[in-house]
């Protein structure tokens, strides 16, 4: 049985910073491209942020994009994401899971994160 545990989220101003973990057990993520995707209360679920399996390609939403990194530690079977420059529209419960296809036997309980002065 997959375990997807994210971490890191918290209440921040406008123009902080946060670094999200995401800690998957029950199978090895090198083999995925792993994505970090969030949602705003009466939005869909948006994917912001993706890195392959080598760690070697990342792909970003324009809205994300310069602000936002993605990284990974396969040893620890661990993505990250660092966001810094945060504005009040980052603010979401964000979630890492495989990309670009979600899968549900892999979705984990999700981190709020809340940008608010």
């Known amino acids: 049985q997959v375990r997807v545990v994210e971490s890191g989220g918290g209440l921040v101003q406008p123009g902080g910073s946060l670094r999200l973990s995401c800690t998957v057990s029950?199978?090895?993520?090198?083999?995925?491209?792993m994505g970090w995707y969030r949602q705003a209360p009466g939005k869909e679920r948006e994917l912001v942020a993706s890195?392959?399996?080598?760690?070697?390609?990342?792909t970003y939403a324009d809205a994300v994009k310069g602000r936002f990194t993605v990284s990974r530690d396969n040893a620890k079977n661990t993505v990250y994401l660092q966001m810094n420059s945060l504005k009040p529209e980052d603010t979401a419960v964000y979630y890492c899971?495989?990309?670009?296809?979600?899968?549900?036997?892999?979705r984990g309980q999700g981190t709020q994160v809340t940008v608010s002065s």
């Open positions: 899971n495989t990309a670009p296809r979600w899968r549900s036997d892999y």
């Open positions: 029950g199978t090895i993520i090198t083999i995925y491209t």
């Open positions: 890195i392959t399996g080598s760690g070697a390609i990342t």
